[in-house]
């Protein structure tokens, strides 16, 4: 027989009794945890109170920055020609800007046509089109001449298309390829038309083969091209390109080291590689024109230098034979002055002799900047902080005040009665608002500023905007003084003390952290208190669990009792 189970002996549900006089002892542990529930709710209360103090800070600190009251605005007559900036060092004033000529970027161009021609001779009958070095691939499809379809493959050879048209024309049209001149000429006794807008393949457009409105039509240029994506070795170079041998070819572009294997780099790679590297340049290629073309990456009248080191790409690529397309500088003149030059389409300082402002030509023309003081700027940087000063305050009226509902019953605010939380409602508002000493009545109040409160609360508000506008067009050194004056100023103190709050150590933090510390008080607290209940549990089963075995006992005693009694009857 199992004596723990409660009542097995005694009939007593023991076991239910203990949980119930282990749950009224828990009574101190319950209000432990409500406590500790408005200790945390005000600790989280504190936390954002404290993320909003720190905007505020944040707010301030932008008042007190000095170039704020020496930031400048700009305004462009015609943005078509210009864009402008100014620095706080750019003195007020309108200028007559002229855009002579604009900056452009000087180019290389290699030599036209360094890729080798489609064949080294007449006979295309094993050039297939697949293989043949165009420009652009060949797709297969259908083209048209003379109004008769033309089917191809990309595995027909050169001769192949050729005999096709032939056929198709009842032998009307013929063609052939002249390797010469890289070029495939169409014949016929009368006019050749091509194309339909129905045809499938881009055959004509790769042959450079177009309607001249006679019975001859010739490519409009050679035809062989290079190919970016295959080896510099196997690329249809007309000249062989090599690296010296070794792999290690090197060129220098404007003095930037670029190198290069023949056998494994493909010209796409290298010309990737110039434009990844410091040179300064642009490399494309020209496919229609079978060419490399080097653009600066600087507008201006600047050269561009080149340099074979190990083998001969540039030699290859025609580059070393090309022709210099010089750039531009940038023309203008300031208030009908002498013509300035700049070698760039921004013009600074140094090319316009105007301190602080940054011009961005973008056409020739002429047109007017006009350079402000820009205390709208100022003004937003002053509403932002009456922003986050009304968040403030407002956060501290909901945290502080008791509402009431309308059954008649009060609920107090998760800060009421703190009196560190009032504390700092009645000093900001008191630092905000009060008259600033040893400055000109001009300004020594927000009220001068349009900026008041209602009387009812702490927060402030902007109810007269014309006010703050006209001081700040007419005496924004006022307004700055206001604001920055040393030791007095109103941002200056108000700083001041939102740092003593939550800077380092601040007594907004120690306050969080002592809070939490009860916190964590509370949990060791009720944590002694769980173990001496456990205890006491413990100790009270095993007084029930001995009562239920004497009862036990006794019940086996009675029964033999009863049955001695109940014989001898």
Known sequence: ??????????????????????????APQKALRNEQTRIQQRNNAYRSLETELKVLQNRLGDLLKPDLY???????????????????SAAPGTYTIEIIQRATAARWQGTADVGAALSPSGDVSSLTLASAPFATAVTAGTFTVNGKQVSIETTDTL???????????????????DAATDRITLSSGSEIVLGSASDTSNFLQVARLYNNGTGTVTSAGSLGALQINTTLSNANFATAVTDGGSGAGEFRINGVSITYNASTDTLAAVLDRINQSAAGVYATYDALSDRIVL??????????????????????????????????????????????VSTSNTITEASSG????????????????????????????????????????????????????????????????????NEIASRLRALAYQQVSGLSSVADHLADLGITTSGE??????????????????????????????????????????????????????????????????????AEMERLLEQNRQRMIEQFTAMEQAQARINQQLQYLLQAFGQRA
């Open 1 to 26: 027989m199992d004596l723990g189970l409660s009542g097995l002996a005694s009939g007593f549900d023991w076991r239910s009794f203990i949980d119930q006089l282990i749950e009224v002892e828990r």
């Open 70 to 88: 020496t930031s400048r605005k700009t305004s462009v007559a015609d943005t078509n020609v210009l864009t402008a900036e100014a620095a706080s």
């Open 159 to 177: 001769q192949a298309v050729f005999d096709k048209i032939a056929a198709a024309t009842g032998g009307q049209v013929t063609a052939s390829y």
């Open 295 to 340: 653009t600066n990456r600087s507008t201006g009248d600047l050269g561009i230098a080149l340099e074979d080191v190990t083998g001969n790409f540039l030699a290859a690529a025609g580059l070393t034979t090309g022709t210099l397309q010089r750039g531009q500088n940038l023309q203008f003149k300031v208030n009908g002055g002498d013509t300035l």
């Open 354 to 421: 105007i301190a602080g402002l940054t011009l961005t030509a973008l056409t020739e023309g002429t047109t007017t900047v006009t350079v402000e003081q820009d205390t709208d700027k100022v003004k937003r940087t002053i509403q932002s902080f009456l922003e986050a000063y009304n968040k403030v305050q407002s956060m501290l009226d909901d945290y502080t005040s008791s509402t009431t509902d309308s059954k008649g019953v009060v609920s107090a605010g998760v800060l009421a009665g703190e009196s560190d939380a």
């Open 457 to 526: 609360d702490n927060k402030l508000t902007l109810r007269d905007e014309s006010a703050l506008d006209e001081l700040l067009r007419t005496n924004l050194a006022a307004v700055q003084q206001l604001f920055t004056g040393e030791g007095v100023g109103l941002a200056v103190r108000l700083h001041d003390y939102v740092e003593q709050l939550v800077g380092e150590d601040g007594t907004l933090i120690q306050k969080q952290a002592n809070l939490a510390r009860q916190s964590s008080d509370i949990d060791e607290q009720i």
